[in-house]
């Protein structure tokens, strides 16, 4: 069973329109950590944030802001005011346990913003 | 600050070639790791490294990969002989001294074996 699932495959909306992205993640332990990573077309491997099982508030940094929802086993990510340079891959992750570095990837979710 | 250093950032080789990537970690930071990123596989982890000694090879694909990290600023993965199917973007990561604590990655090594 997958583990973290990434149900859009691609979006694509129009420059200055906020977007979602979904992350559904599926574990047994009460101590995980989730991640969001951004890989624009350059190719790098951007890390945008990282939260903890236990930290349920949302985040807000800039026009990026995350929900989490352990109710729904959420960890959503909303860009607003979408720009063109946010055109790239996004990538959720999990990390499962008190002390385990591997990371489960979702399949990604492709972002086109158009101008 | 200087992020995870990769080396070269594209490599195209021949079939049976030696093929060796190079990474640099963050400074301070006591892990490291390699992964592999193909269109069908997604990000696969190779092998992790923790104070340079490696702990978990079990995602190294078959004995024609190899992978050291001789200091704490220095690890390289080889690939002998190389064959077309390794062709992927190789990261590596590194992070501070805790498990769970956030991987940083480098730019990526683009390989192509003809």
């Known amino acids: 069973a997958q583990k973290v699932t990434q149900a859009q495959t691609e979006i694509s909306v129009v420059e200055k329109e906020d977007v979602t992205l979904d992350c559904v993640y599926e574990t047994r332990d009460t101590t995980y950590y989730l991640f969001w990573y951004k890989q624009p077309p350059s190719g790098e491997l951007v890390f945008l944030i990282r939260?903890?099982?236990?930290d349920e508030q949302n985040e807000i940094s800039g026009r990026y802001s995350w929900n989490f929802q352990k109710s729904t086993s959420s960890f959503n990510f909303t860009i607003t005011a979408s720009q063109v340079v946010d055109s790239a891959v996004y990538f959720c992750a999990l990390s499962e346990g008190d002390s385990n570095y591997q990371l489960i990837w979702g399949a990604g979710t492709k972002l086109i913003i158009k101008p | 600050d200087a992020g995870v250093i990769q080396s070269p950032r594209h490599e195209v080789t021949e079939m049976g070639q030696e093929v060796t990537l190079r990474c640099k970690p963050i400074s301070g930071h006591n892990s490291l790791f390699w992964y592999r990123q193909t269109m069908m596989r997604g990000l696969e982890l190779l092998i992790y490294f923790n104070n340079n000694v490696p702990i978990d090879d079990s995602g190294m694909p078959e004995d024609r990969f190899s992978a050291k990290m001789p200091n704490a600023s220095f690890s390289t993965l080889k690939i002998q002989p190389s064959e077309p199917r390794d062709s992927a973007v190789y990261f590596c990561?590194?992070?501070?001294?805790?498990?769970?604590?956030?991987?940083?990655f480098g730019p990526g090594t683009r390989l192509t074996v003809l």
């Open positions: 939260r903890n099982s236990f």
């Open positions: 990561a590194s992070s501070s001294d805790r498990y769970t604590d956030t991987q940083y």
